[in-house]
């Protein structure tokens, strides 16, 4: 039964992983994404579940998409599929039955007929690339980690180790729904240790800090704070608060890493892609604008987290990210191997 219309939620609340409402638009017509671009065929399936999933849904079943289809250096998130199974039980039948066609029309529908190129490689090599932090912290004995914005993220339960606590930042009711499904999908707590659980709601200005600390996090140690696929959803006064939060909290030797749009594009200084276009309105049609980005040459990039204490170790564009976790594909700007819009940064606290 589709959802009656809602109301956009006030600019000033922050929209957050699994909490983000799946909003329908009130004025009679289609996204204008699915009216212009896609239309009816074989996509028709892929319009109809993009326009009731919240785009959390989407990025689970994108996650695994490459691992699923053997392909070369895709990431090593083996729960994620177990996660998608769970939460979209009504899709293993197909996904695992016409496996084949399926990944065809939906490979299809994402990067030919949306324009999105490199939307389903992005995902995967966002995570690999977090990952790979994850793992490089903690060989650098970075013994806390901090998912801010956790949803589906899975890496407090593949990535632990000996002495590494995790904690997994996100609203009350996707937190709890998190401990529902990670308990439901990982019983063997001893094999799958569980994370701090830290209901927050990041545009409570000080909340972080204190819920941290009650959850056990130690501010006089250096820590790894994670921000996936968050920052671009929440306006920019959010952003900035979460920033001064996390600044405050973090030691010396800390370290931040996230992924973000150029504030060029979404203020249209900067011509954008087709690819961008039309993920925008997508998301604008499902509730999920795109609100806040940064500026990317490296001196204002570098100029913004400086007051806050933080140095900037690597700022890459998508050609240097595809170049480092998807070597094997060649660049192309007609058809880029990875959303070419995107960029990725690791900041350490000084």
Same mark, same amino acid.
């Given at each position: 039964m589709a959802e009656a219309a809602q109301p956009a939620a006030p600019a000033t609340q922050p929209? !957050?992983?699994?909490?983000?409402?799946?909003?329908?638009?009130?004025?009679?017509r289609k996204p204008a994404l699915y009216h212009r671009k896609v239309g009816r065929g074989p996509c028709g399936i892929f319009r %109809?579940?993009?326009?009731?999933? *919240?785009?959390?849904?989407? $990025?689970? %079943?994108?996650r695994p998409f490459n691992r699923d289809c053997k392909l070369p250096n895709c990431n090593e998130d083996f729960i994620s599929p177990m996660f998608r199974d769970h939460v979209m039980p009504a899709?293993? &039948?197909?996904?695992?039955? &016409? &496996?084949? $066609?399926?990944?065809?029309i939906y490979a299809w529908a994402v990067e030919e007929a949306m324009g999105a190129h490199g939307m389903i490689n992005y995902v995967d090599a966002r995570t690999s690339y977090m990952d790979g932090l994850v793992v490089i912290a903690a060989a650098q004995?970075?013994?806390?980690?901090?998912? $801010?914005?956790?949803?589906? %993220?899975?890496?407090?339960?593949? !990535?632990?180790r000996a002495?590494?606590? &995790?904690? #997994?930042?996100? !609203?009350?009711?996707?937190?709890?729904?998190? $401990? /529902?499904?990670?308990?439901?999908v990982l019983p063997d707590k001893e094999k799958y240790p569980r994370p701090a659980y830290v209901p927050t709601d990041l545009a409570d200005v000080g909340a972080l800090a204190g819920n941290l600390a009650g959850a056990g996090f130690d501010a006089s140690r250096p820590a790894l704070f994670t %921000?996936?696929?968050i920052f671009c959803y929440l306006p920019q006064a959010v952003v900035d608060c979460v920033v001064a939060q996390v600044s405050e909290i973090a030691a010396p030797g800390s370290r931040l890493c996230l992924d973000l749009i150029p504030r060029g594009l979404l203020e249209g200084r900067v011509r954008p892609s087709r690819g961008f276009v039309n993920g925008r309105d997508a998301l604008a049609a499902r509730?999920? *604008?795109?609100?806040? /980005?940064?500026?990317?040459?490296? #001196?204002?990039?570098?100029a913004y987290w400086r007051p806050h204490g933080w140095a900037v170790v690597e700022l890459l564009d998508a050609r240097a990210l595809a170049a480092k976790q998807l070597p094997h594909l060649?660049?192309?700007?007609?058809?880029?191997?990875?959303?070419?819009f995107m960029h990725f940064a690791e900041l350490r606290k000084e």
């Open positions: 929209v !957050l992983s699994e909490a983000k409402p799946v909003h329908r638009r009130d004025d009679g %109809c579940v993009g326009n009731h999933r *919240p785009t959390n849904y989407m $990025i689970l %079943c994108q899709r293993v &039948f197909w996904y695992n039955t &016409f &496996f084949y $066609i399926y990944k065809t004995s970075i013994d806390q980690v901090v998912v $801010i914005a956790s949803g589906y %993220c899975t890496r407090a339960y593949r !990535l632990h002495g590494v606590k &995790f904690f #997994e930042v996100d !609203l009350p009711p996707v937190v709890e729904r998190k $401990i /529902g499904l990670v308990d439901a %921000c996936e696929g509730g999920e *604008p795109l609100l806040s /980005g940064f500026d990317t040459s490296p #001196e204002d990039f570098a060649k660049w192309s700007d007609r058809k880029p191997p990875l959303l070419d």
